[in-house]
Protein backbone atom coordinates (compact mmCIF):
# COMPACT_ATOMS: atom_id res chain seq x y z
CA UNK A 1 0.00 0.00 0.00
CA UNK A 2 1.26 3.63 -0.73
CA UNK A 3 2.24 6.25 1.63
CA UNK A 4 -0.52 8.96 3.08
CA UNK A 5 -0.66 11.90 0.64
CA UNK A 6 0.66 15.33 2.87
CA UNK A 7 2.03 18.77 1.62
CA UNK A 8 5.47 18.23 1.59
CA UNK A 9 5.80 22.05 3.36
CA UNK A 10 3.61 24.56 5.29
CA UNK A 11 3.94 27.91 6.86
CA UNK A 12 2.42 30.50 9.00
CA UNK A 13 3.48 33.52 11.16
CA UNK A 14 3.57 33.09 15.01
CA UNK A 15 0.05 33.51 16.00
CA UNK A 16 -1.31 32.19 12.85
CA UNK A 17 -3.46 28.42 12.22
CA UNK A 18 -1.92 26.53 9.39
CA UNK A 19 -3.99 23.27 8.76
CA UNK A 20 -1.82 20.16 7.51
CA UNK A 21 -4.06 17.23 5.25
CA UNK A 22 -3.50 14.09 4.97
CA UNK A 23 -5.27 11.84 2.30
CA UNK A 24 -5.50 8.67 1.86
CA UNK A 25 -8.35 6.10 0.44
CA UNK A 26 -11.51 4.30 1.97
CA UNK A 27 -9.30 1.23 2.76
CA UNK A 28 -7.43 3.07 5.63
CA UNK A 29 -8.13 7.49 6.54
CA UNK A 30 -11.90 7.15 5.20
CA UNK A 31 -12.57 3.64 6.60
CA UNK A 32 -11.26 3.40 10.12
CA UNK A 33 -11.19 5.88 12.92
CA UNK A 34 -7.35 5.45 14.26
CA UNK A 35 -5.62 8.12 12.27
CA UNK A 36 -3.09 9.83 14.49
CA UNK A 37 -0.74 12.62 14.13
CA UNK A 38 3.10 12.67 15.09
CA UNK A 39 6.01 15.68 15.63
CA UNK A 40 9.25 15.04 14.79
CA UNK A 41 11.89 17.77 15.75
CA UNK A 42 15.64 17.52 13.74
CA UNK A 43 17.25 14.20 15.37
CA UNK A 44 14.82 13.28 17.86
CA UNK A 45 11.76 10.29 18.26
CA UNK A 46 8.14 11.12 16.85
CA UNK A 47 5.65 12.74 19.84
CA UNK A 48 1.82 11.86 19.23
CA UNK A 49 0.10 14.82 18.99
CA UNK A 50 -3.26 13.20 18.22
CA UNK A 51 -5.04 10.27 18.26
CA UNK A 52 -8.55 8.68 17.50
CA UNK A 53 -8.60 11.14 14.61
CA UNK A 54 -9.13 14.08 17.22
CA UNK A 55 -8.01 13.29 20.85
CA UNK A 56 -5.25 14.88 22.28
CA UNK A 57 -2.80 12.95 24.88
CA UNK A 58 -2.27 14.52 28.40
CA UNK A 59 0.23 17.66 27.73
CA UNK A 60 -0.53 18.33 24.46
CA UNK A 61 -1.44 21.99 23.80
CA UNK A 62 -5.31 22.34 22.69
CA UNK A 63 -3.67 24.77 19.76
CA UNK A 64 -3.39 21.31 17.97
CA UNK A 65 -6.48 20.00 16.78
CA UNK A 66 -7.63 16.62 14.05
CA UNK A 67 -10.53 16.39 12.51
CA UNK A 68 -11.67 14.10 9.51
CA UNK A 69 -13.91 14.09 5.90
CA UNK A 70 -13.86 11.47 4.23
CA UNK A 71 -10.80 10.21 2.69
CA UNK A 72 -8.89 13.12 4.48
CA UNK A 73 -7.29 13.88 7.82
CA UNK A 74 -6.37 17.14 9.17
CA UNK A 75 -4.08 18.68 11.75
CA UNK A 76 -4.77 22.33 12.68
CA UNK A 77 -2.31 24.24 14.57
CA UNK A 78 -3.39 27.48 15.99
CA UNK A 79 -1.66 30.17 17.70
CA UNK A 80 1.77 29.27 16.05
CA UNK A 81 4.50 29.26 18.50
CA UNK A 82 8.43 28.76 17.33
CA UNK A 83 8.40 25.54 19.24
CA UNK A 84 5.97 24.40 16.62
CA UNK A 85 8.15 24.27 14.04
CA UNK A 86 8.92 20.85 12.78
CA UNK A 87 7.89 18.01 10.43
CA UNK A 88 4.54 16.11 11.29
CA UNK A 89 3.29 12.47 9.81
CA UNK A 90 0.18 10.96 9.85
CA UNK A 91 -0.99 7.89 10.23
CA UNK A 92 -4.12 5.62 9.69
CA UNK A 93 -5.21 1.85 10.40
CA UNK A 94 -5.10 0.18 6.91
CA UNK A 95 -7.23 -2.82 7.60
CA UNK A 96 -5.40 -6.59 9.18
CA UNK A 97 -3.97 -4.45 12.35
CA UNK A 98 -1.78 -3.04 9.80
CA UNK A 99 -0.63 0.62 9.28
CA UNK A 100 0.29 3.57 6.91
CA UNK A 101 2.21 6.58 7.66
CA UNK A 102 2.22 9.82 5.84
CA UNK A 103 5.30 11.02 4.04
CA UNK A 104 5.42 14.08 6.50
CA UNK A 105 4.99 18.00 6.29
CA UNK A 106 7.87 20.28 7.29
CA UNK A 107 5.84 23.22 9.01
CA UNK A 108 7.78 26.08 9.26
CA UNK A 109 7.35 29.50 11.63
CA UNK A 110 7.80 31.81 9.69
CA UNK B 1 8.58 7.75 33.87
CA UNK B 2 7.83 5.47 30.59
CA UNK B 3 11.61 4.49 28.97
CA UNK B 4 12.00 2.31 26.01
CA UNK B 5 15.93 1.39 25.03
CA UNK B 6 16.33 0.24 22.19
CA UNK B 7 19.93 -1.94 21.12
CA UNK B 8 21.31 -4.18 18.55
CA UNK B 9 21.98 -1.65 15.71
CA UNK B 10 25.49 -1.41 13.77
CA UNK B 11 26.84 -2.25 10.64
CA UNK B 12 25.88 -5.43 8.59
CA UNK B 13 26.45 -6.34 4.82
CA UNK B 14 23.46 -7.39 2.34
CA UNK B 15 22.35 -10.74 3.20
CA UNK B 16 23.28 -10.52 7.36
CA UNK B 17 21.10 -10.57 9.71
CA UNK B 18 20.64 -8.35 13.08
CA UNK B 19 19.02 -8.80 16.25
CA UNK B 20 17.24 -5.72 17.95
CA UNK B 21 15.76 -5.65 21.35
CA UNK B 22 13.71 -2.82 23.26
CA UNK B 23 14.12 -2.54 27.02
CA UNK B 24 10.82 -1.22 28.63
CA UNK B 25 10.44 0.32 32.10
CA UNK B 26 7.70 2.08 33.58
CA UNK B 27 4.97 0.63 32.48
CA UNK B 28 3.22 -3.06 32.50
CA UNK B 29 4.67 -4.06 29.60
CA UNK B 30 2.62 -7.66 29.69
CA UNK B 31 -0.52 -5.56 29.17
CA UNK B 32 0.51 -3.44 26.17
CA UNK B 33 0.68 -4.33 22.40
CA UNK B 34 4.42 -2.92 20.99
CA UNK B 35 5.49 -1.99 17.12
CA UNK B 36 8.04 -1.31 15.42
CA UNK B 37 8.52 1.80 13.46
CA UNK B 38 11.89 2.81 11.30
CA UNK B 39 12.63 5.86 9.46
CA UNK B 40 15.74 5.99 6.69
CA UNK B 41 18.13 9.08 6.51
CA UNK B 42 16.40 12.29 5.23
CA UNK B 43 12.82 10.29 5.05
CA UNK B 44 9.26 9.79 6.34
CA UNK B 45 8.36 7.44 9.04
CA UNK B 46 7.33 3.75 7.83
CA UNK B 47 5.48 0.84 10.38
CA UNK B 48 7.22 -2.30 10.01
CA UNK B 49 5.95 -4.57 12.39
CA UNK B 50 3.55 -4.79 15.17
CA UNK B 51 2.85 -7.45 17.96
CA UNK B 52 0.09 -8.08 20.69
CA UNK B 53 0.59 -7.96 24.05
CA UNK B 54 1.03 -11.65 25.09
CA UNK B 55 2.59 -12.26 21.32
CA UNK B 56 0.72 -14.56 19.78
CA UNK B 57 -0.74 -12.27 17.66
CA UNK B 58 2.23 -10.81 15.36
CA UNK B 59 1.39 -7.95 12.17
CA UNK B 60 4.18 -7.21 9.60
CA UNK B 61 5.05 -4.60 6.48
CA UNK B 62 4.52 -6.37 2.86
CA UNK B 63 8.24 -5.16 2.49
CA UNK B 64 9.44 -7.29 5.55
CA UNK B 65 7.38 -10.20 5.38
CA UNK B 66 9.57 -13.49 5.44
CA UNK B 67 12.36 -11.67 6.69
CA UNK B 68 12.15 -9.82 9.88
CA UNK B 69 10.52 -11.56 12.78
CA UNK B 70 8.86 -9.46 15.37
CA UNK B 71 8.69 -11.13 18.88
CA UNK B 72 8.56 -10.15 23.05
CA UNK B 73 9.79 -11.73 26.27
CA UNK B 74 7.34 -10.14 28.97
CA UNK B 75 8.91 -11.94 31.60
CA UNK B 76 11.90 -9.79 30.71
CA UNK B 77 10.04 -6.34 29.70
CA UNK B 78 11.90 -6.41 26.11
CA UNK B 79 10.35 -6.36 22.82
CA UNK B 80 12.53 -8.05 19.75
CA UNK B 81 13.32 -7.73 15.57
CA UNK B 82 15.14 -10.40 14.22
CA UNK B 83 16.13 -9.27 10.70
CA UNK B 84 16.96 -11.65 8.07
CA UNK B 85 18.53 -11.51 4.53
CA UNK B 86 19.06 -7.74 5.38
CA UNK B 87 19.10 -5.00 2.56
CA UNK B 88 20.20 -1.72 1.25
CA UNK B 89 16.78 -0.75 1.58
CA UNK B 90 16.63 -2.07 4.93
CA UNK B 91 19.27 0.94 6.31
CA UNK B 92 17.04 3.33 9.07
CA UNK B 93 16.45 3.94 12.50
CA UNK B 94 14.48 1.29 13.96
CA UNK B 95 11.55 2.69 16.82
CA UNK B 96 10.89 0.62 19.49
CA UNK B 97 6.94 2.17 20.48
CA UNK B 98 3.97 1.27 22.57
CA UNK B 99 0.70 0.52 21.07
CA UNK B 100 -0.63 -1.05 17.98
CA UNK B 101 -2.99 1.54 16.19
CA UNK B 102 -1.23 4.64 17.79
CA UNK B 103 1.76 5.25 18.92
CA UNK B 104 1.99 6.89 22.76
CA UNK B 105 6.03 6.06 23.90
CA UNK B 106 8.61 5.81 21.29
CA UNK B 107 12.51 5.15 22.48
CA UNK B 108 15.43 7.16 20.85
CA UNK B 109 15.73 4.75 18.11
CA UNK B 110 19.13 2.33 17.11
CA UNK B 111 20.54 3.14 13.40
CA UNK B 112 21.08 -0.11 11.17
CA UNK B 113 23.20 0.32 7.97
CA UNK B 114 23.50 -2.37 5.37
CA UNK B 115 26.59 -2.10 3.75
CA UNK B 116 29.14 -3.74 2.31
Known amino acids: QSALAQPPSASGSPGQSVTISCTGT?????????VSWYQQHPGKAPKLMIYEVSKRPSGVPDRFSGSKSGNTASLTVSGLQAEDEAEYYCSSSAGSNMVLFGGGTKLTVL | EVQLVESGGGLVQPGGSLRLSCAAS????????MTWVRQAPGKGLEWVSG????????YNADSVKGRFTISRDNSKSTLYLQMNSLRAEDTAVYFC?????????WGQGTLVTVSS
Open chain 2, 97 to 105: TQGLRWFVY
Open chain 2, 51 to 58: IGSTGGDT
Open chain 1, 26 to 34: SSDVGGYKY
Open chain 2, 26 to 33: GLSFNNYA
